[in-house]
C-alpha cells in the first residue's frame, strides 16, 4: 500500500504572543491519501485557513510533524519548503492574489520561469486555454472578470503539475452562478490529473462535492464524513 500523501501528526500551532495569542492548531492528526478530494468545514475562526497553509508550508508549525509526499516539511529549512511547494503543491486562494501590473500569461509564466521552466511561456498558454481563457492571455487582471481570475489563478497553480491542490474559498468572492462554474473546473481538472485536493468552504453544497468531509472547530477535528463511512468522532 503507498504511503498517504499527508500526513499530519500532532501539529500545534499558537499564532501571536501573550494575552493576544491564539491556539490555533491542537495537536492536530489527519492522514489524506493521493487522489482524494477533502471539503475542509467549520465555523470562522475555527483553523480551516490555517490548516491549509500549515499543508502548503507558508505556516510553519510549532511542534509535530508534517509530512507531504513522504518529505518531512517539519524539518526543513524555509528555502526547501519554498522550493518543495513550488513543485508539488499548487494554491488557489479567495482573492486571485493575481500581480496587478502583470498580464494572465505573465502571471501563470512567470513562477514557472523562477522555478526554471525554460518552456514556461508555451505551458502557461497552453494552461491558459485550458480553463477557456486563450482568448485573454494578453489582459490584466483589472481588464478580467472575478471568474476570469480566479481561472487564471487556477491555471497557475496546475502549470507545474502538482501532486496537490489547495484551495481556501476558492468561490467566495464569486456570484453564485459563476462559483459553480469554478467549483466544476477545479473537480474536473482534479479528476481529469488525479490531483489531491484540499479544499476549504462555508458552502455545504460545495463540501459534499467532496469525497471526505473534515469538520474543524477550535483547532481540532470533530468529525470525518465520507461516502463509504458514517462520521466518526476523533476528538
Known amino acids: 500500500m503507498s504511503k498517504p500523501i499527508i500526513?499530519?501528526?500532532?501539529?500545534?500551532?499558537?499564532?501571536?504572543?501573550?494575552?493576544?495569542?491564539?491556539?490555533?492548531l491542537k495537536k492536530m492528526d489527519l492522514i489524506v491519501n493521493a487522489g482524494e478530494s477533502v471539503g475542509i468545514v467549520g465555523p470562522s475562526g475555527s483553523g480551516k485557513s490555517t490548516l491549509l497553509m500549515v499543508?502548503?508550508?507558508l505556516e510553519k508549525i510549532d511542534s509535530g510533524e508534517i509530512n507531504i509526499s513522504g518529505k518531512p516539511l517539519h524539518a526543513m529549512s524555509e528555502d526547501e519548503v519554498a522550493d518543495f511547494r513550488g513543485r508539488n503543491i499548487g494554491i488557489v486562494f479567495q482573492s486571485f492574489h493575481l500581480i496587478p501590473n502583470m498580464t494572465a500569461l505573465e502571471n501563470v509564466a512567470v513562477p514557472l520561469e523562477l522555478a526554471g521552466r525554460s518552456d514556461a511561456f508555451a505551458l502557461a498558454r497552453e494552461e491558459l486555454a485550458s480553463v477557456g481563457l486563450a482568448e485573454r492571455l494578453t489582459h490584466y487582471p483589472g481588464e478580467l472578470s472575478g471568474g476570469e481570475q480566479q481561472r487564471v489563478a487556477i491555471a497557475r497553480a496546475l502549470a507545474p503539475s502538482p501532486s496537490m491542490l489547495i484551495a481556501d474559498e476558492p468561490t467566495?468572492?464569486?456570484?453564485?452562478?459563476?462559483?459553480?462554474?469554478?467549483?466544476?473546473?477545479?473537480?474536473?481538472?482534479?479528476?481529469?490529473?488525479g490531483t489531491t485536493l484540499l479544499l476549504v468552504t462555508h458552502d455545504p453544497a460545495l463540501a459534499e462535492r467532496c469525497s471526505?468531509?473534515?469538520?474543524?472547530?477550535?483547532?481540532?477535528?470533530?468529525?470525518?464524513?465520507s461516502d463509504n463511512a458514517e462520521a466518526v468522532a476523533v476528538a
Open 55 to 57: 499543508l502548503a508550508g
Open 7 to 24: 500526513d499530519l501528526k500532532s501539529a500545534d500551532l499558537t499564532l501571536g504572543d501573550g494575552a493576544s495569542s491564539v491556539h490555533v
Open 172 to 193: 467566495g468572492n464569486l456570484d453564485t452562478e459563476t462559483g459553480r462554474q469554478i467549483a466544476d473546473l477545479l473537480f474536473a481538472k482534479q479528476a481529469e490529473r
Open 212 to 225: 471526505r468531509q473534515i469538520r474543524v472547530r477550535s483547532g481540532e477535528i470533530l468529525s470525518e464524513d
